[in-house]
């Protein structure tokens, strides 16, 4: 089974611009989440889809969204870019439901750079 | 706030010994105890898991140990290898119907490193 995979792996932007990052999930997995890991904050939990609703979300500004597709690929789209924003975002896949433990499998994640 | 609070930050090993990683939480509705591993330019990798319903797992020559009341729980490695050479995140989360709802809190991390 092909693993999670994230497009682009890396990207430059400026201030002000906008970026939208894809996760491609493992075949069969229902939810996706996104991550931004920082070495100043660490891992922290952006938000959750699952049959593309929005069922968690974390304590980011509304700058930060995102949305899940029929097949289960989720984008995540980030606007008028600051320089805080600089991380790397990981995307994380599971069943979503009716496992005992929804292991989340994670991508290799897409490094964002702001200039 | 850090709901989850993981320590040490490093920690540098023998070959052949046994890393310790500590981590401890406050919310006692957390139910869910993951470990994972991490390498330079990869995501993180589940390395093991713990419900609350036992003290300890292992798997291989990694053990989990879990104290309730305490609310503490930690990863022993066993016999480390240069191999063993990463990051490590111990993480939580609350279970509903079965799903952790897509939302791990995890540690600040370790940085292991075994000595050859």
């Known amino acids: 089974k092909a693993g999670v995979t994230q497009t682009p792996r890396y990207l430059i932007k400026t201030r002000g611009q906008q970026v939208t990052l894809s996760c491609s999930p493992i075949?069969?997995?229902?939810?996706v989440s996104w991550y931004q890991q920082t070495p100043g904050q660490g891992l922290q939990f952006l938000f959750e889809?699952?049959?593309?609703?929005?069922?968690n979300k974390g304590n980011f500004p509304g700058r930060f969204s995102g949305r899940q597709f029929s097949n289960s690929r989720s984008e995540m789209n980030v606007s008028t870019l600051e320089l805080g924003d600089s991380a790397l975002y990981l995307c994380?896949?599971?069943?979503?439901?009716?496992?005992?433990?929804?292991?989340?499998?994670f991508g290799p994640g897409t490094r964002l750079t702001v200039l | 706030q850090q709901q989850v609070k993981q320590s040490p930050q490093s920690l540098i090993v023998q070959k052949g010994g046994i890393s310790i990683i500590n981590c401890a939480y406050e919310?006692?509705?957390?139910?869910?105890f993951p470990w994972y591993q991490q390498f330079p330019g990869k995501g993180p990798a589940l390395l093991i898991a713990?419900?609350?319903?036992?003290s300890e797992k292992k798997e291989g020559r990694f053990t989990i140990s879990f104290n309730k009341s305490a609310k503490q729980f930690s990863l022993h490695i066993m016999d480390s290898q240069p191999g063993d050479s990463a990051t490590y995140f111990c993480?939580?989360?609350?279970?509903?119907?079965?799903?952790?709802?897509?939302?791990?809190?995890f540690g600040r991390g370790t940085q292991l490193t075994v000595w050859p």
């Open positions: 994380a896949s599971s069943s979503g439901q009716g496992m005992n433990t929804d292991t989340q499998y």
């Open positions: 075949s069969g997995h229902r939810s």
């Open positions: 889809y699952f049959s593309e609703t929005q069922r």
């Open positions: 919310n006692t509705a957390f139910d869910y």
């Open positions: 713990i419900r609350p319903d036992v």
């Open positions: 993480a939580a989360s609350t279970i509903y119907r079965g799903s952790t709802l897509g939302r791990l809190y």
